[in-house]
Every structure is written in C-alpha cells, then in structure tokens.
C-alpha cells in the first residue's frame, strides 16, 4: 500500500511490480480522478500458460506501462479492452473466420490480403504470433503506414486502400472488445487531388489491335466480354456471373440480374447490331445455369461450372493481352467501358439512353463522360462550330 508520503497530489503514479502466487497479476497505483488519491490498478496474466513465459510477459507489460504512465496515461480515463491480452494473430484469425461467412468471395479476398499484409509487417519487424493485442499501439499503426508511404513500388492510391483496409480490421477488433482505440482511426489519407487517374482510354488504332490479335488466337469469347464491356458498359464482375441464360440473341438484350448488378438493381442491356455476330459465334447450347464464361477450358472462357471471375478476366488482359501488344499499364480491362461510353456520347447517342445503359444512378455521373476530351469530339466542336 502507498504510505501517506506517496499520496501527496504531486505524486501521479507509483511503478507497476509482478506478483506471484495462486493469481498472478501486475499492479501499480495510479491518481484517480474522482478522489484524486492513489489507487491500485491490477492486471491478472494467469492467461498467460507457463511460469517463464508469464514472467517474460510481464516484464514486457511492466515495461509498455511504465512508458504509458511516464507520458501521462491513465486507465482510470481510459479503460483497457476486455480482450486486450488476447494474441494478436489469433484475433485477426478470428476476424476472418467471421468474415468468410458474412461476405462475398472478392471481398473476403481483399481482406484476407489486408490480414496478411499485416501479418508479414509485424513478424519483419520482430514481433511473432505471440504479440498480444495490446501491444499494437499508434507507434506501430504510423511505422506501417510511413513504410508503405516511403515505397516507390505503392502508389498513393495503393497507401490509401491499406489504410482503410487495416482501419476495417480495427473496428471489427474495436467492436469486438479486443482493442478500446482503432491505432489508424486519425491517420489521414492521402488527397485526392494528389492521386492520379491510372486509367485512359483506348485510341482507335488501339481497339483494332485489340479486335485482330483476339482473332488471331481464336478467342472470339474473351472478344464478347470485351464487347459487353465497350458496348453494354458492364463491370468484369457482372460480365463474370452471367449465365447462359441471360443472353436473349433474338432481342438482341442481355439481362444483368440484382444479384451480381453493382447497384442492387436488375437491368436489361441492349446489344448493338455489330455485337451480334460475335454472340452468335458463343456455345449457348449449354444449360442456362452454366456460367456464360468460365474456367473450365483454360484461357477460353466457354461456357461451363466454373466461374472466370473477374481477375481472370484481368489477368488475361494483363499477362497475355498487354503482355503481347506492348501496352501501357494505363490501358487496362475497364478501359473499355470508359472508352465505350465516351464515344457513344461523342456519337450522338442521348445521355439519358447511354445512363439506362450504363445503369448509372444519375445523369450526373454519365455527364463526367461527356466532357472528357477525345478526338471526335475535338473535331465535331472545331467542323460544326459557326462563326460568331
């Protein structure tokens, strides 16, 4: 116990000591800011299996707390997490266990990455599945983030995706009482206006290239995706999860259902004239519920059970298409739905048509399209332009 001397109100803390016996528990005494006198805070690490390692954990514990006291920290203000001495690694594990029931194959994808990338930091670091949750502090969240930052091969569009990946898993570990502060919570992302578009679109040289090198390796399929992207303005998730049964030849549509739309909404695509052709050329003789595109014919994309998801239909872009073509990392698969709805609008096509087939939410995002600068344009603004 503290005697008189210790309690004078100059005195903000007495050190934290390990006692041993039936409970073991680390203790210290610290103002509280009711009374304003000394009172013991105790922390119990039986949790912790074995003699040794209970006494090298609290020694650590003594350590990380006497640099929190010296800088003015108080567990009275601020409550450790109930589950603060769990390991570290295990409750990321955990998180996502829970995530593999609750989201999407892509998503859970993503955030298996983020773990991961999380993971390799702290063990490159020194730190082993052993780390306890509470010691992943805001020193270690700014020590990530800067060596992302400080890495020429990260974009800053790539520092701001770990950021609010490793901000989602600190919320989840927040709402779940393993930590009382999410440590990335007031790391600010890098500005907009500071992170350039990577994406352009594709000239028309560029689109013929394209068009005579699928040819010329007899993959009229991944050429219909291509079309569906350009023509019908569909996202490589959507193109991934159509069935053989959403195609309608004879009308010429395509039916993107609810469940695989970005929007939650089911739209019918139109099919332009010069489409037709290359989806007649498709296997749709197959059962409806096929997928449209699949995997089961490596690198053709014929219909079948198992899914091209969409980064098969990136990889092939990137590892064969632009491998091949010499192209720039700026031309990428989702190019084309840029590169088709600009020229549809350049082409005279009413804005409101092009947002249906879009399946935009607002003209206002369709109009983004409509002023970005493009040759046709140029030379329908410079050939059609009277004098003043």
Known sequence: MPTTQENNSLLKFLPPRLSEGKEWYVYYYVIHPLSGKLSRVRIKIN???GIHNRRVFARRLIHEINIKLVNGWNPFIEKEAPKAFHHLFAALDTYLNVREREAEANSFRTYKSYVKALKDFLIRNGYTEKMYVNQFDKAISTKIMLQIKQNPKQSFR???NYLQGFTTIFNWLKEFGYVSDNPFENIKKIPKKLIKKTRRTLTEDERKQLKEFLHKEDNNNYFVMCLLCYYCFMRPKE?????????????QLVYVSEEIAKNDNSSFRTIPDFMVEYVKKLELNYPGDYYLFSMDVHNKFVPGTKRAEGREIARYWNDVIRAQLNWPMALQFYSLKDTGITNMLADGVAPN???GQADHSSLKI???????????????????????
């Open 366 to 388: 369709t109009s983004i399209y409509a002023v970005k600068r493009n040759i046709q344009s140029q030379e329908q603004i410079r050939k059609v332009t009277n004098d003043f």
């Open 239 to 251: 193109i991934s999860m159509l069935k053989v049964k959403d195609i309608d030849v004879e009308n």
């Open 47 to 49: 949790r912790v299996k």
């Open 158 to 160: 790539t520092y701001n």
């Open 353 to 355: 048509f092009v947002q």
